[in-house]
């Protein structure tokens, strides 16, 4: 499996993965060249964690095929579909038979933005750009689209198997 999060979330990913997978061994990468990654009696680390910025250094063509789960934490990272960090962690996630997006903010800021991230996780789900535009979506004045009805999008995302939403209540973590 690869994990792909911002720099400053590498660390606390290897640390909780050591915590709640104490069996599955995991390495971080730490220089932006690629190296040989490590081996374990003679076999690869279970789980790879990277940040986003490392994918654009090389490491997306190594890992690619050695891939069947990729992660992107902090998925609205691939909003923009013009840098390097989109087309590396697309060109991973293509090759990935299983691919996770976890956020709690998938729509950063504008509705063509979650196209774009969906499209790296799910390809095709949202159909074709001008679709999603026309089904979804209405422009805006500063030449973004805008989800038109966010409720309505989020439902149907939640009933096509696109988004699981969970509050702070649905998992017990309700804070004072």
Not at 139 to 153: C, E, K, T, V
Request: hydrophobic share 40%; net charge positive.
């Amino acid at each position: 499996a690869l994990v792909v999060c911002p720099a400053h979330l590498v660390t606390q990913w290897a640390r909780e993965m050591r915590k709640f997978a104490p069996k599955i061994d995991a390495h971080v990468i730490k220089k932006s060249i690629p190296y040989p990654l490590p081996t374990m009696m003679g076999r690869q680390c279970d789980v790879v964690i990277a940040s986003y910025h490392m994918m654009s250094h090389g490491w997306a063509q190594v890992l690619a095929d050695r891939i069947g789960l990729v992660v992107f934490d902090e998925v609205q990272e691939l909003r923009h579909p013009d840098t390097h960090k989109y087309q590396w962690c697309s060109a991973v996630a293509t090759k990935a038979k299983y691919r996770l997006g976890l956020s709690a903010t998938p729509i950063h800021n504008y509705g063509d933005e979650i196209f774009n991230v969906i499209e790296v996780l799910a390809p095709d789900v949202l159909g074709n750009r001008v679709e999603f535009y026309r089904e979804w979506c209405g422009p805006l004045s500063n030449g973004h689209q805008g989800i038109r009805d966010p409720r309505a999008f989020g439902s149907w995302a939640r009933a096509n198997g696109v988004m699981l939403r969970r509050t702070r209540t649905d998992v017990g973590r309700e804070l004072p």
